[in-house]
């Protein structure tokens, strides 16, 4: 089942921050999430694996909520480089490398 | 090398042709993906080979036919496909497992004529 992202676009200006949320009906087991350029290959930013931990990558960062079955993506201070659609991605545990991606939040960050 | 390629970038087929998407890692992954993603859509998986052998197929139909010669290659042969195949078709490579990412090919763009 595709997970659900919000929202479905968002538009910034250089430096502001912007959340990004991922949800599921379903029990996860990770989350992943990519961001994809336009006419480029989706690019892996970070993984969380159930435990409700919060992983960085410089200024992106997200989290997971296990309970409520929920990941969120923090982009901070954000740079032109930012624009892009961003992916979460969920895998079930027993849906051994089928990961599922939601259907994408495109950002736009402006000078 | 922490690369997926895929050959060609860009193909242009008619409904009777025959052709193979080409995809190859050098990064010791062990599983490889195919997804075809249309535009402005998120990609769709398709086949998922995990050690050299077919683990998922979701319900593709036969007018796609996955092969991986060795853990390094994986081919899609294309036959018969109708104008609703053209689409973005995208590689990705990864450790087993659902505890790591997945590194992405640059895709080759099918247009079916």
């Known amino acids: 089942q595709q997970p659900v992202q919000s929202p479905q676009a968002v538009i910034l200006r250089e430096g502001e921050d912007a959340v990004i949320n991922c949800s599921s009906s379903?029990?996860?087991?990770?989350v992943h999430w990519y961001r994809q350029k336009h006419g480029e290959a989706p690019v892996f930013l970070m993984i969380?694996?159930?435990?409700?931990e919060q992983k960085g990558h410089e200024k992106i960062s997200a989290s997971f909520n296990e309970k409520k079955q929920q990941s969120s993506l923090y982009l901070t201070a954000s740079q032109l480089s930012y624009s892009g659609t961003y992916f979460c991605g969920l895998t079930g545990g027993t849906s051994y490398g089928k990961l599922t991606f939601g259907q994408g939040t495109i950002l736009t960050v402006h000078p | 090398d922490t690369e997926v390629t895929q050959t060609p970038k860009h193909l242009v087929m008619g409904m009777t042709n025959k052709k193979s998407l080409k995809c190859e890692q050098h990064?010791?992954?062990?599983?490889m993906y195919w997804y075809k993603q249309k535009a402005k859509k998120p990609p769709e998986l398709m086949f998922v080979y995990s050690y050299e052998k077919l683990s998922i197929n979701e319900s593709v139909p036969s007018r796609f036919s996955p092969e991986c010669p060795n853990s390094s290659l994986l081919n899609l042969h294309l036959h018969a496909l109708q104008p609703e195949d053209s689409a973005l078709y995208l590689c990705?490579?990864?450790?087993?497992?659902?505890?790591?990412?997945?590194?992405f090919g640059s895709g080759t763009r099918l247009t079916v004529v």
């Open positions: 379903k029990a996860l087991y990770s």
């Open positions: 990064m010791g992954h062990r599983a």
């Open positions: 990705a490579s990864s450790h087993p497992g659902t505890g790591n990412g997945y590194t």
């Open positions: 969380l694996l159930k435990g409700g």
